[in-house]
């Protein structure tokens, strides 16, 4: 069941006004009603709730897409199909990246809003690299490629990818 951000927003209002009321009670009746009535005001103490509408990233071709052009290894077909889709498509700025990183051998800064995909930028790459050096019998044991993760929800949400 979606939540009503309006609904939501409203209730928690309410029970922190009235938690607040609490806390810091008043004994004069009338000073009580004029901090409530200030706690109340719209725009006051609350605003929002703050929606925001962004519009949805332009998608562009697949790995699977990649690999027939010869960007990728061929070796992605072989990955777990249920943890990696190939034949997922990607956002238009994560296949710009990626072209740039294998084709262009170029550096790159990504620089686009949460769950754009910024970490597929870095990682496609990455595997790429480990997994060409395998199609060429050159993986061998070694440090490729050391990844630095601030150690927040975000690097754990990210773990499992």
């Known amino acids: 069941m979606p ?19 609490t806390v810091f009670h008043v004994n004069d009746m009338e000073l009580q009603e004029q901090f409530i009535n200030l706690l109340e005001q719209d725009n006051k103490f609350v605003k929002g709730p703050i929606l ?4 949805s990233f332009q998608l562009g071709n697949s790995l699977q897409e990649l690999i027939d052009e010869n960007v990728l ?13 190939i034949n997922r498509r990607l956002y238009r700025h994560q296949e710009k990246a990626i072209r740039k990183v294998i084709s262009e051998n170029r550096n790159i800064v990504v620089a686009t809003g949460t769950g754009s995909g910024k970490t597929e930028t870095f990682l496609i790459p990455i595997l790429n690299h480990l997994l ?12 490729r490629a050391l990844l630095l993760y601030p150690m927040n929800a975000l690097a754990n949400d990210q773990m499992s990818r």
Do not use: C, H, Q, R
Request: no cysteine; charged share 25%; glycine share 6%.
């Open 3 to 21: 939540i009503n951000p309006i609904k939501a927003s409203e209730a928690i209002k309410s029970n922190y006004i009235s938690y607040l009321s």
């Open 52 to 55: 925001e509408a962004t519009p």
């Open 73 to 85: 290894s061929n070796l992605f077909s072989k990955l777990d199909k249920d943890s990696f889709d």
């Open 132 to 143: 060409m050096e395998k199609e060429n019998g050159l993986l061998g044991p070694g440090v």
